[in-house]
């Protein structure tokens, strides 16, 4: 196996809490630079699989490699590349951020011009500057999330791995907190983001793994995981100039790949399970009958249809 074409690796992970398998045999890569949605129910094994990850929970059998080390053999130079920002996000009274930041750069072991340096440049990431001498347990949920991406950073790892970022998040803050991933990315880090706000993820995922009941049922891009769906059909919405009568269903009915879905207005849908170049058939019979169409559109598959279509929501 070469263990160093990816960033992350997992291979064959398992785990289990006595008679419940939390993890089974799941194995999936994620390429160096991207941002990777890790999507599941609640009981699926995100968690579990993150914890293995980020080496604080061992396996049962499998194994992790991040940056080509070893999770269980390596731990100390796994923990130098990879940062890890949990779900809930602790803070300790009486620090105010300055504070708060400068400890974790010591328990980091970054210091003297080095601290300093790092220190302005995350601050200046996560707009943190406006709130150095404020408690940290005075500030709203946007803000913390912040601060505690800030310490994730601030050992400057090559993969972040971030478990339900927005939870909690107000529209606003989960607007800034995309964009700041966004901008992480660009930067040339990996994020590994567990979410369950899929309208979130799907703007901003170039792959993604999607687990249930411990095992991966979907890993790719999103446009690799929609051809791979069982259905392989496809969904076109069509404007008329005029409202198509009753006999519209009944003409469409003679096309073999195409199941008529609804009409509103002068616009109709239907589903085409054929290959997409071969629609142009219905364009030019439609025409050719008298239609005229003023648009079409391709109804593309996103994150959240993609999930529903492959999970149950069931839990072990």
Avoid at 64 to 87: I, S
Avoid at 109 to 138: I, P
Wanted: charged share 25%.
């Amino acid at each position: 196996m070469d263990i160093n074409s990816e960033i992350l690796q997992v291979r064959n992970l398992s785990v289990r809490f006595g008679k419940v398998q939390a993890v089974d045999n799941v194995s999936f890569d994620v390429p160096r630079g991207v941002i990777h949605g890790f999507i599941g129910p609640n009981g699926a094994g995100k968690t579990t699989s993150i914890r293995v990850i980020s080496t604080l929970q061992v396996p049962d059998s499998g194994g992790v490699w991040v940056c080509g080390y070893n999770v269980l053999t390596h731990p100390a130079e796994v923990r130098k590349r990879l940062g890890y920002m949990p779900d809930h996000v602790g803070v300790y009274s009486g620090l105010s951020v300055s504070e708060y930041l400068d400890f974790f750069a010591l328990t980091r072991r970054v210091y003297g011009t080095k601290k300093k340096s790092v220190l302005s440049d995350v601050v200046e990431l996560t707009d943190l500057g406006d709130l150095l001498d404020r408690e940290v347990n005075s500030l709203s949920k946007g803000m913390r999330q912040r601060l505690c991406l800030a310490q994730t950073l601030i050992h400057e790892p090559e993969l972040l791995i971030l478990d339900e970022p927005a939870s909690g998040l107000d529209p606003r803050a989960r607007i800034e907190f995309r964009d700041l991933i966004l901008e992480l990315r660009r930067l040339g880090k990996t994020i590994f983001l567990s979410s369950h706000i899929l309208s979130e993820l799907s703007p901003i995922c170039d792959s993604v793994s999607i687990i249930e009941k411990g095992e991966i049922v979907a890993n790719g891009t999103l446009t690799e995981i929609q051809k791979k769906l069982v259905s392989g059909s496809s969904t076109f919405k069509v404007l008329l100039l005029q409202a198509p009568g009753p006999e519209l269903e009944k003409f469409l009915s003679e096309f073999p790949h195409l199941r008529f879905l609804s009409t509103e207005g002068k616009k109709f849908s239907f589903e085409w399970n054929g290959a997409d170049e071969d629609v142009s058939q219905v364009w030019k019979s439609l025409s050719s009958n008298g239609y005229v169409l003023s648009g079409i559109h391709k109804e593309e598959d996103d994150l959240e249809n993609i999930f529903m279509s492959l999970t149950t929501g069931e839990v072990q």
